[in-house]
């Protein structure tokens, strides 16, 4: 790597690759737009990727132009200074509370932000608002994992590492296209099969580019996983290789496991047998599994598998989340979720006290705040009046966008903090706020396997734009509390985080950064990818009261009857190169020349039977929406089942729109929303 190469962490998905950057001779002065140019490659001494990218990651230097931001605050239309938009923002907020109450405003922020925009976020909310209404989106992507691991383990922990996908000899595929959506990931993969051999076997409904490289694809149902494992789990406690000792099992779990698979009977001996002949054994799982409303009972499904197995706290065996975005673990640590406080930390008396007590507030929340389905029903009957999103895009993302943008155009209230000027959510905002983009930000992010990395600053920021800290510092100035968020650099948020996790000590959770809790700024600049709680954080026990894991009994959901209006099964999901609502991936020239338009999958038969045809239109309809798609028949399909991607939105394809058609189903333990598995029918255009 040249010295001048930047060391930094890639903007997209939640393997959370390093990136050597090296940015053109002459770096443009701060606030003058301009041209820029960085060359981007694989660092190869960051231990996630070990100097691979994907596209995605490849091509970031395609998005790094001015085009499209937001350069300067806005009220309405009009162009307004800094302290203009922050007192309007701070009077506006001010105004709601004094009026209805702390719950009448929320926060609706993203994965996106690093772990001090975050931890920020959370401390403005829970412990000066005075409300838990604040969610994220990544609610939308493993909301459901983190039930699953708090129910399991009594803590969101991911016992596993990257390094046990590679010490596997068997790796079963939950919901996960990885080739596609996690493709570094893959590689690994794909590299340690060459070198061992590893057996690998998809589980997912649709034949996807992953399940046609794998040894094995279980094409079950939607929503068919809990049975699949219950009855898998069955199956090896009948072989004798299951042992239960030490752990806390519930009455009756036994004798209530035992289920019909859900697949042909060939597939499943295929699997028992996979599965009996190789302890080591990684299960990972990713959004096809936790988009559903019975998410956790498949985390916790899979899970249980692995503990009464023995598989798990060793080389090569765990169960295994894999998050969507950059810094989705980085919000669960801080406490971006409306459940949970900062640092794993819960909404007991205790845990409020000692929580007001570092931030030295006394307006500490009083209970977990709205998640973000009935955050935006909450918005839709008027009960929250002042909505703050911080990089996300939700009037595209959120199941039934219909129904979103409704409570949008009703809010008195809605604060937007984007990169970008122009979003289908910035549409609806009285009040836009320039935040800095990727290349411009300066902070944290923990990847899946809990490896804190820093994103550094590559490029000045252009015109107005900030960091969302120091937004939300000037927003928090004026409504009094300055002294609380009187930090002047990422570094300065870092410690104050680092030495909070003291109480997650305190209350018996694993997440320990103290020993950077006061590190100076040179050390915090210089910091190097590290993994907090090593490879094996639950090796010498479980964060439950007890300290034994838990075998959770969960049963197979009951299937949705079939409605003769909606006749067909609607699943959602992403392509290779294209990323959320495409408002990075949108300006990338090379990544739109791998699907240049959203296609909607069905199978042959299915194409016959609703006459729809090759390369022709047709419209899919649900109970919530409708939107057309081109036809692409694909065999990769199971009957009654069909396929739209996510990305395209009004704004930025003027195309589908596929969050017009999931409805607001969520898991009821995680609240998550289920993109997967709803009633549609399709017909001609
Ligand atoms: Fe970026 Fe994910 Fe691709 Fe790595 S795998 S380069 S983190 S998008």
């Known amino acids: 790597m040249n010295k001048a190469a930047i060391r930094t962490t890639c903007a997209y998905c939640g393997v959370g690759c390093g990136i050597a950057a090296q940015v053109a001779a002459a ?34 230097a395609e998005t790094v132009a001015l085009d499209g931001r937001l350069l300067s605050p806005m009220i309405g239309d009009q162009t307004v200074g800094w302290d203009a938009a922050l007192d309007e923002v701070a009077d506006r907020m001010r105004e709601t509370i004094e009026t209805h109450g702390p719950d009448a405003v929320a926060f609706y922020v993203s994965g996106q932000l690093l772990t001090e925009d975050y931890y920020v976020a959370n401390k403005l909310m829970k412990g000066f608002i005075g409300s838990a209404n604040i969610d994220t989106n990544s609610r939308l992507c493993m909301a459901s994992a983190v039930a699953a691991h708090n129910r399991a383990f009594g803590e969101d922990i991911v016992p596993g590492s990257y390094s046990d996908l590679e010490e596997a000899d068997l790796i079963l595929l939950v919901g996960s296209n990885t080739a596609w959506c996690h493709p570094v990931i893959w590689q690994r993969m794909e590299a340690a099969r060459a070198a061992r051999g590893t057996k690998i076997v998809v589980i997912d409904p649709r034949r996807t580019e992953t399940a046609e490289q794998a040894d094995l694809h279980v094409a079950l149902a939607p929503d068919g996983d809990v049975a699949l494992f219950n009855a898998l789990l069955a199956e090896m406690h009948a072989r004798g290789l299951t042992d239960d000792a030490g752990l806390n099992v519930p009455h009756g779990f036994w004798a209530g496991l035992p289920c019909d698979p859900g697949v042909p009977a060939d597939q499943f001996a295929a699997l028992a047998d996979l599965v009996a002949a190789h302890p080591r054994m990684v299960t990972l799982f990713s959004m096809g599994a936790n988009q559903s409303s019975s998410g956790t009972d498949k985390g916790n499904a899979i899970t249980n598998l692995h503990l009464a197995m023995g598989r798990i706290n060793q080389p090569g065996a765990a169960p295994f989340s894999m998050t969507g975005q950059p810094n989705a673990m980085g919000g669960r640590e801080v406490g971006g979720l409306a459940n949970m406080l900062a640092c ?23 209970g977990p705040g709205k998640k973000a389905v009935d955050m935006f029903r909450a918005i839709h009957d008027g009960s929250i009046k002042f909505l703050w999103v911080m990089a996300t895009n939700p009037a595209a993302s959120m199941p039934d966008v219909g129904f979103v943008r409704e409570a949008l155009a009703r809010c008195p209230t809605v604060v ?14 009285h009040i836009r706020l320039p935040a800095h983009a990727w290349g411009e930000k300066d902070g944290t992010v923990t990847n899946s396997e809990r490896r804190i990395s820093r994103q550094r600053t590559l490029f000045p920021a252009p015109g107005a734009a900030k960091a969302d800290w120091w937004i939300m510092g000037q927003v928090a100035a004026r409504m009094g509390w300055g002294d609380a968020f009187a930090y002047d650099r990422p570094a300065a948020i870092w410690r104050e985080y680092a030495a909070m996790t003291a109480l997650a ?8 950064l103290t020993p950077y809790a006061e590190i100076s700024d040179a050390d915090y600049d210089a910091m190097a990818p590290f993994q907090w709680g090593g490879d094996y954080p639950l090796a010498d026990g479980y964060s439950t009261p007890d300290g034994r894991a838990r075998l959770v009994a969960v049963r197979a959901p009951m299937a949705l009857a079939i409605d003769p209006a909606y006749p067909l099964r609607l699943n959602t999901g992403r392509y290779r190169d294209q990323w959320h609502t495409m408002t990075r991936t949108g300006y990338a ?26 390369g022709g239109l047709a419209r899919v309809a649900t109970a919530n929406g409708a939107s057309v798609f081109r036809v692409g028949v694909s065999d990769g399909q199971r009957r009654g089942d069909i396929f739209v991607p996510m990305h395209w939105t009004d704004v930025m394809a003027g195309g589908a729109r596929a969050n017009l058609l999931p409805a607001q189903r969520v898991d009821p333990v995680s609240g998550q929303p289920a993109f997967k598995n709803t009633p549609a029918k399709v017909e001609p255009v």
């Not at 490659?41 to 091509?59: E, I």
């Not at 937007?416 to 905002?429: H, K, L, M, P, Q």
Request: glycine share 12%; charged share 25%.
């Open 505 to 512: 000590l305190r209350y018996g959770r694993r997440l320990d």
């Open 416 to 429: 937007v903090s984007e990169a970008i000027a122009d979003t289908d959510t910035g549409r609806f905002a």
């Open 27 to 60: 770096p443009l002065q701060a606030g003058v737009p301009g041209e820029r140019a960085v060359t981007i490659q694989g660092d190869g001494q960051h231990p996630a990727n070990h100097g691979r990218l994907c596209s995605k990651g490849t091509h970031l």
């Open 344 to 366: 794993h930390l819960g909404f007991s008396d205790g845990e409020l006290r000692d929580v007001a007590g570092f931030w030295n507030t006394a307006n500490i929340c009083s």
């Open 589 to 614: 020239p090379t990544l739109a020349q791998h699907r240049r338009e959203a296609l909607l999958e069905i199978h042959p038969d299915d194409a016959m039977l609703y006459g729809l045809d090759d």
